[in-house]
């Protein structure tokens, strides 16, 4: 089950993500307040008529969590990515933390200073 954030006009929604389109999922309120009950709207979710949705390409998809508390990453985790930085292959797993202001939609533009 894919599980979205989205704007279809009328502010933030969450939806199920069928295909090429995205049905309300009827929940209220932010997707990281719904994770602790998951299981209980997966039955429902999951019966959900994708003839109902909205076309992706008609919404606006947003972060999943928009201002989550803490974000850590590991960086050069994968041989592309040490290729393209030019450095050598860590030892061990290099961590960074990122602001919350920097979570973004998916097609968002990114937003950098001057």
């Known amino acids: 089950m894919k599980v979205a954030a989205y704007d279809a ?22 997707l990281a307040g719904h994770l602790p ?34 974000i850590f990453a590991i960086g050069l985790n994968y041989a592309d990515h040490i290729a393209e930085s030019g450095m050598g292959t860590p030892e ?6 990122k602001a919350q202001t920097s979570v973004n939609g998916p097609f968002d533009p990114v937003q950098a200073p001057k």
């Open 9 to 30: 006009g009328a502010g933030p929604r969450i939806g199920i993500v069928l295909g090429d389109r995205i049905i309300d999922a009827g929940l209220d309120g932010p």
């Open 37 to 70: 009950d998951w299981s209980q709207h997966e039955a429902r979710l999951a019966a959900l008529d994708p003839a109902t949705g909205l076309p992706l390409s008609g919404v606006r998809l947003l972060a999943p969590v928009p201002r989550p508390g803490k």
């Open 92 to 97: 061990r797993q290099v961590w960074f933390t």
